[in-house]
């Protein structure tokens, strides 16, 4: 499958994302969407989904709420928002582009498939959307830098969409937590692999005495990631760019085990 320029010409851009329509990192998405002219439609989810993954909500109805000139809001998983815009909100004229984000935090290593910005962009590709998952990573909740994805976000956006990527791929791209003129320019990464300490486990006991725990991740590594990751091209202070598959496929063990399993 080759690679297709994606047309920016009065593009129809559908954004959401996993924070909730609220989120600031929703807002600055629409500005970096409206930089890119032409139409911009928002559906989001009602509420926060961080971690939702590839989920569908099937147990419970899906409830859409207008929240502006074309802004839908969800109470249901990225993925619903996904299904929804382009299986009703948006059925008449389908989107050009979908844009998932500005998640609050990277989206880097095994968050991939955990995180439900990526999932929402995993969507759209099958939806046969070209789709991109954005993300700013940083280090204190209190101060993201969030300037650095709304200044380069359209410039990384056009660049992709200039060169295009196969229908069966979905792009990633995290914004490294520096401010906006310190970015080092745009680097293509592989997935990453954390590192199993940066894992939290935080145990609490509730007002009856019962245990409770959050999970969570640490900001700052115990080790340097390896280079050409997505962890240590933001770690670098650069954009860092990650075309995702979606055949989750492992070539080498297929064809290893078809001489085994095949003849029985």
């Keep these: 499958m080759t690679d297709r320029p994606i047309d920016l010409r009065n593009p129809r851009i559908l954004v959401t994302n996993d924070d909730g329509i609220h989120a600031p990192g929703l807002a600055v998405l629409e500005r970096i969407a409206a930089e890119l002219g032409g139409e911009v439609w928002v559906v989001a989810p009602d509420t926060e989904q961080s971690g939702a993954s590839h989920s569908l909500t099937l147990t419970m109805p899906l409830r859409i709420r207008e929240d502006g000139a074309r802004r839908f809001a969800v109470r249901g998983t990225p993925t619903d928002c996904v299904m929804m815009a382009v299986n009703h909100i948006m059925k008449d004229r389908l989107p050009t582009l979908l844009l998932s984000g500005v998640n609050r935090g990277g989206n880097l290593g095994e968050d991939v498939t955990y995180s439900g910005t990526i999932a929402a962009a995993m969507e759209g590709t099958l939806l046969k959307l070209p789709s991109i998952a954005l993300s700013q990573t940083y280090l204190d909740r209190d101060y ?109 063990t297929l064809a290893a085990m078809a001489s085994a399993l095949e003849d029985q």
């Design 144 to 252: 993201v830098t969030w300037e650095t994805a709304a200044k380069h976000g359209a410039s990384v956006i056009r660049k992709l969409c200039a060169v295009g990527w196969p229908e069966d791929v979905l792009i990633n791209v995290n914004f490294p937590n520096v401010e906006p003129d310190q970015v080092v320019g745009i680097r293509l990464a592989t997935q990453g692999r954390r590192d199993l300490s940066e894992l939290m486990i935080d145990a609490r006991v509730d007002a009856r005495g019962q245990p409770y725990y959050w999970l969570g991740f640490r900001r700052q590594r115990e080790q340097k990631a390896p280079p050409g990751t997505d962890l240590a091209v933001v770690d670098r202070g650069a954009i860092a760019v990650t075309p995702l598959h979606l055949d989750l496929t492992h070539g080498p």
